[in-house]
Nanobody
């Protein structure tokens, strides 16, 4: 199986930017489709973005389209989430996830998860 570790979270002002990273180990990274999810206090885990194993296919949740960009570097065993024009409602713990299959948007369809990284956007 693959182990995943997120990093890059922090506190930013509304309108600012952050880049999250997800480092993978213990598996064949290039064979996994990957995704980002987020969970705010008192809310269900929400789909943010997904990327195919090759990096050629991407899919975004409606709330982040046009603002966030998912990417991956298979040579570095790392996935990224570029977050721009951040809003207070983007505040959440962001999780990296992996599964051996095609693009998916439901948390239950992902087998492997990181520990999460906190993103806080102030007004």
């Amino acid at each position: 199986q693959v182990q995943l570790v997120e990093s890059g979270g922090g506190l930013v002002q509304a309108g600012g930017s952050l880049r999250l990273s997800c480092a993978a180990s213990g598996g064949t990274f290039s064979r996994y489709a990957m995704g980002w999810f987020r969970q705010a206090p008192g809310k269900e885990r929400e789909f943010v973005a997904a990327i195919s194993s090759s990096g050629l296919g991407t899919y975004y949740g409606d709330s982040v389209k046009g603002r966030f960009t998912i990417s991956r570097d298979n040579a570095k065993y790392t996935m990224y989430l570029e977050m721009n024009s951040l809003k207070p409602e983007d505040t959440a713990v962001y999780y990296c996830a992996a599964q051996y299959g095609s693009l998916r948007a439901r948390p239950s369809e992902y087998a492997y998860w990181g520990q999460g990284t906190q993103v806080t956007v102030s007004s």
